[in-house]
Nanobody, 118 residues
Framework: QVQMRESGGGLAQPGGSLRLSCVGS????????MSWFRQAPGKELEWVSG????????YYADSVKGRFTITRDNTKSTVYLQMDDLKPEDTARYHC???????????RGQGTQVTVSS
């Protein structure tokens, strides 16, 4: 069955960096756009970033543009989210999803927790 497994979360200080990874299985990874979402306690699920199946297009929410970078390695069925200049408001559980955005994301992983605090 379709599965996404995220890793790389943890505690970071403001201004610090983390790199999230997500391995997809149960589907032909290279044929699908992938994305990252996040959800903070008490808040709605927020789309963060998306990438085309062939990496020719990448997209970011305004809140992370210039700080986060999405990439993928189809040979490893893995999508990454490099997060730099982290802010306390980036604290959330981060999920990867199959699909580019809210409109077409159909499977989502369990997520990995990111906490930004001094």
């Amino acid at each position: 069955q379709v599965q996404m497994r995220e890793s790389g979360g943890g505690l970071a200080q403001p201004g610090g960096s983390l790199r999230l990874s997500c391995v997809g299985s149960g589907f032909t990874f290279s044929r699908f756009a992938m994305s990252w979402f996040r959800q903070a306690p008490g808040k709605e699920l927020e789309w963060v970033s998306g990438i085309y199946d062939d990496s020719t297009g990448t997209y970011y929410a305004d809140s992370v543009k210039g700080r986060f970078t999405i990439t993928r390695d189809n040979t490893k069925s893995t999508v990454y989210l490099q997060m730099d200049d982290l802010k306390p408001e980036d604290t959330a559980r981060y999920h990867c999803a199959r699909g580019l955005s809210h409109y077409d994301a159909d499977f989502r992983g369990q997520g990995t927790q990111v906490t930004v605090s001094s």
